[in-house]
């Protein structure tokens, strides 16, 4: 069908399917009757209108396969994280400019194609998935001249508790301020150490051969660990 607005009594009458096929639907939105569907392996939501993954598809546990090529995605949520049966990563022809490396925390993941996104690079973490049979980069910019960075200013004191409370794993009292909460929730992780970092990390750029591809991978620091490459490459071994 297309131009399908309510899936509810379709999902209601079928709750024992694997896959669901949704494509081309002009659908931005899914019904929350979608997490009854606990036995779906694969959804193809290609070419529709969705802006961001919907969140009920986090909630689908045995997912192996999710197809949301050609639909305005400008980012993937962190929690991809929650899929841990996902193979497959179809996202391709979207306006995503970031691979989060949160993908390379799920275990059994092969193939992502991320083609046609205005991706620039390859956080390192993606780029040594031991399990990737694809991934698939056609069409993207890939910036292989991208420069390291380092932060702009002093960490803020902000920054500098939440990383206390995320290492020391510290209890936020319930009365916290919700701005505050979400903005501990959201904490990204130091491509080498694994330590808590926000707004304040370096960025360091090299680039690195996958197969045939000379690919520009990225290492998100929550400090400046190494400064020249010697000096990268002795660190890992610390």
Not at 127 to 135: F, G, P, S, V
């Amino acid at each position: 069908k297309h131009n399908l607005d309510d899936l509810s009594s379709i999902i209601e009458a079928n709750r024992k399917m694997k896959i669901l096929l949704l494509c081309c639907n002009r659908l931005s939105f899914l019904p929350p009757s979608l997490m009854t569907l606990t036995s779906l392996n694969c959804i193809n939501l290609n070419n529709n209108k969705f802006k961001t993954i919907p969140d009920i598809i986090f909630e689908l546990p045995s997912l192996e396969t999710l197809e949301i090529s050609n639909n305005e995605l400008t980012f993937i949520p962190q929690a991809i994280k929650n899929l841990k049966a996902l193979k497959t990563l179809n996202v391709e022809n979207n306006r995503i400019t970031i691979m989060p490396s949160v993908i390379a925390t799920l275990p059994l993941i092969q193939n992502l194609i991320f083609s046609g996104n205005p991706v620039t690079f390859v956080p390192i973490e993606i780029a040594n998935i031991t399990t990737i049979h694809r991934l698939e980069l056609d069409g993207c910019p890939l910036d292989i001249y991208r420069k390291s960075t380092c932060p702009d200013d002093i960490m803020s004191l902000k920054e500098t508790c939440a990383r206390m409370i995320v290492r020391k794993n510290l209890t936020i009292p319930m009365n916290a301020v919700k701005l505050i909460m979400l903005y501990i929730s959201d904490v990204n992780e130091c491509s080498l150490c694994g330590g808590p970092y926000f707004d304040n990390h370096y960025e360091k750029s090299k680039i690195q051969q996958n197969g045939s591809m000379m690919m520009p991978v990225s290492y998100e620091l929550c400090s400046n660990h190494w400064e020249t490459e010697e000096q990268r490459i002795k660190v890992m071994f610390e």
